[in-house]
């Protein structure tokens, strides 16, 4: 069975600050992939990255940047001088590889950043 | 979001009432999912389909039936709605390829059952 954890339900940050949203996940598979999507107030789901088990080089895209770690189950997402459009509920999901494989969710971390 | 179209965007449904939520992709995608988002936790996948003719339970099937009436839609039907099928609900697919692509959803349908 599958499994994400995300601890974090709420976090509130001023404007500017750096801030990590962590996530844990539990499989049993050797080849999976990770996915963290953002969900802002308008409630669409946006996808901001995939990382494959094989891959375990950190990515960094603009203010974003995430840390696979396979050692400690962990792929955790960093946004670097939040914004208030940062603010919104993001979430981690974990997948089998294969075709047919479904997402299974975190519960979601709520960010919201003030000015 | 472009490629996953739902509708409707927002039903409000009495109990007992039946109704369909309608899902079309256009990127050519083998496989299909609908899920449901309750506070507090996260997404669960109710129905999904690997490809044109199948479909599997997820999750939370109970209350719901789906039909994959061809590679493009992927139709989700409550029989017999219930408050607590009150949620919103969303369709997904995901492209083919050995490792699997990136699962790309659509903006969601809010279902009110009173």
């Known amino acids: 069975a599958q499994k994400v954890t995300q601890a974090q339900t709420e976090i509130s940050v001023v404007e500017k600050e750096d801030v990590t949203l962590d996530c844990v996940y539990e499989?049993?598979?050797?080849?999976?992939?990770l996915f963290w999507y953002k969900q802002p107030p308008s409630g669409e789901l946006v996808f901001l990255i995939r990382?494959?088990?094989?891959?375990?080089q950190n990515e960094i895209s603009g203010r974003y940047s995430w840390n696979f770690q396979k050692s400690t189950s962990s792929f955790n997402f960093t946004i670097t001088a939040s914004q208030v459009v940062d603010s919104a509920v993001y979430f981690c999901?974990?997948?089998?590889?294969?075709?047919?494989?479904?997402?299974?969710f975190g519960t979601g971390t709520r960010l919201q950043v003030t000015l | 979001n472009a490629g996953v179209t739902q509708t409707p965007k927002f039903q409000v449904l009495k109990t007992g009432q039946s109704m369909t939520l309608q899902c079309a992709q256009d990127?050519?995608?083998?496989?299909m999912y609908w899920y449901r988002q309750d506070p507090g936790m996260g997404l669960r996948l109710i129905y999904y389909?690997?490809?044109?003719?199948?479909?599997d339970k997820g999750e939370v099937p109970n209350g719901y039936n789906v039909s994959r009436l061809n590679k493009r839609e992927f139709s989700l039907r409550l029989e017999s709605a219930a408050p607590s099928q009150t949620s919103v609900y969303f369709c997904?697919?995901?492209?083919?390829?050995?490792?699997?692509?990136?699962?790309?959803f659509g903006e969601g349908s809010w279902l009110t059952v009173v």
């Open positions: 997904a697919s995901r492209g083919t390829g050995m490792f699997g692509n990136t699962i790309y």
């Open positions: 499989t049993r598979d050797t080849t999976y992939y």
């Open positions: 990382r494959n088990s094989f891959d375990e």
């Open positions: 999901a974990l997948s089998q590889a294969g075709t047919a494989s479904k997402l299974t």
């Open positions: 990127m050519n995608h083998n496989s």
């Open positions: 389909s690997a490809s044109e003719g199948t479909t």
